[in-house]
């Protein structure tokens, strides 16, 4: 078995595939968590309602909405669901080659004998 097949094997064996899910789970409740605890702290009470249209540069800076933690959190969002979306056809791809190395091993054993 190649160092590849092996290093594959250990990473998709059973007992290592629920705790990356684990992992992958508080990964992605931590950063929500945190862009969600930046959006609260930088929301100000209520304040008082506008009657006319202001200009976004001219808002106070409390009153404008921050785009960072919401890019960040799309991203995370984005990256986390293409790992797993790789680590299922991963997953898949090392089961079809089992697969093919079985029916190769029962190939050779038929035309042998």
Aim: net charge positive; proline share 7%.
């Amino acid at each position: 078995m190649t160092l590849i097949r092996r290093a594959r094997a250990v990473l998709l064996s059973s007992t290592l595939l629920p705790a990356l899910w684990v992992a992958l789970f508080v990964v992605s409740l931590a950063g929500g968590a945190a862009v969600q605890a930046r959006a609260q702290a930088q929301a100000p009470a209520q304040p008082q309602q506008q009657d006319e249209f202001i200009p976004i540069d001219q808002l106070p800076p409390q009153d404008q909405l921050p785009a960072a933690p919401l890019l960040i959190g799309a991203y995370v969002f984005v990256v986390l669901a293409l790992f797993g979306y790789v680590f299922s056809i991963a997953r898949r791809l090392t089961a079809v080659q089992r697969d093919v190395e079985r029916l190769e091993g029962d190939i050779k054993r038929g035309s042998r004998g």
